[in-house]
C-alpha cells in the first residue's frame, strides 16, 4: 500500500489522505494531525508522498507581500514555507518513532505530478488503474495524485527536481 498526503498549512484546515491497495482507493479529510498519523499508522503504507498546503490568508503575509499582493502578484510566502516544512517534519518523526517500519517519506508537488502525468480528469486517474469513486474533494484528488506519484517512485520511473517527478512512460 502507499499512500499520499495533501498536508494543510493551518491545523484547523482539513488535510486529505489517500491510500492506494492492490485492488481500492480510500480518501480522507481529517483537520487534526494526530488523526492523519492515526491513519498512517494503522494503514502501515510502504511509501507516504506528502505535499504541505499552499494557502494564502492575511495571518501569513508581511506588509511588504501584502502590498505585492494587492499588485496581482501571486506567491507563497517565505514563512508559510517554514510552517509546511515543521508539519511536515512533525508527522515524519511520529510516524517512525510509532512504526516498526516506517515508510519512505518522499515530497510531491500535486500540480508538477498532474502536468507530468496528464492527471486532470477522473478518467485519467482511472487509466492509470486507480478507483476514483472515493474521491471527495479536489484535496483529496491531491492526494491520489501523491499515491500515484509514490507508485511510480517505487517504480523506479521519477526524476528528483526538489520533488519526486514522475516519468510519464
Given at each position: 500500500?502507499?499512500?499520499?498526503?495533501?498536508?494543510?498549512?493551518k491545523?484547523?484546515?482539513?488535510?486529505?489522505?489517500?491510500?492506494?491497495?492492490e485492488?481500492?482507493?480510500?480518501?480522507?479529510?481529517?483537520?487534526?494531525?494526530g488523526?492523519?498519523i492515526?491513519?498512517?499508522?494503522?494503514?502501515?503504507?510502504?511509501?507516504?508522498?506528502?505535499?504541505?498546503?499552499?494557502?494564502?490568508?492575511?495571518?501569513?503575509?508581511?506588509?511588504?507581500?501584502?502590498?505585492?499582493?494587492?499588485?496581482?502578484?501571486?506567491?507563497?510566502?517565505?514563512?508559510?514555507?517554514?510552517?509546511?516544512?515543521?508539519?511536515?517534519?512533525a508527522?515524519?518523526?511520529s510516524?517512525?518513532?510509532?512504526?516498526?517500519?516506517?515508510?519512505?517519506?518522499?515530497?510531491?508537488?500535486?500540480?508538477?505530478?498532474?502536468?507530468?502525468?496528464?492527471?486532470?480528469?477522473?478518467?485519467?486517474v482511472e487509466?492509470?488503474?486507480?478507483?476514483?469513486?472515493?474521491?471527495?474533494?479536489?484535496?483529496?484528488?491531491?492526494?491520489?495524485?501523491?499515491?500515484?506519484?509514490?507508485?511510480?517512485?517505487?517504480?523506479?520511473?521519477?526524476?528528483?527536481s526538489?520533488?519526486?517527478?514522475p516519468?510519464?512512460?
Amino acid at each position: 500500500m502507499i499512500a499520499g498526503l495533501m498536508l494543510a498549512s493551518k491545523e484547523e484546515n482539513k488535510s486529505s489522505l489517500a491510500f492506494i491497495g492492490e485492488s481500492s482507493t480510500e480518501t480522507f479529510s481529517i483537520k487534526d494531525t494526530g488523526g492523519l498519523i492515526d491513519l498512517i499508522l494503522e494503514r502501515k503504507p510502504e511509501i507516504l508522498a506528502i505535499n504541505c498546503g499552499t494557502e494564502l490568508n492575511g495571518d501569513n503575509l508581511t506588509k511588504n507581500e501584502e502590498e505585492l499582493k494587492e499588485e496581482g502578484y501571486s506567491f507563497t510566502p517565505s514563512n508559510s514555507e517554514k510552517k509546511k516544512v515543521e508539519r511536515t517534519r512533525a508527522i515524519e518523526r511520529s510516524v517512525k518513532h510509532h512504526m516498526e517500519n516506517p515508510p519512505e517519506i518522499i515530497r510531491f508537488d500535486p500540480f508538477i505530478s498532474s502536468r507530468e502525468l496528464s492527471l486532470n480528469s477522473d478518467d485519467s486517474v482511472e487509466s492509470l488503474g486507480v478507483d476514483t469513486s472515493n474521491i471527495g474533494s479536489s484535496h483529496e484528488f491531491d492526494a491520489v495524485v501523491g499515491a500515484i506519484t509514490a507508485r511510480f517512485y517505487s517504480q523506479n520511473q521519477y526524476t528528483r527536481s526538489g520533488v519526486v517527478v514522475p516519468e510519464n512512460v
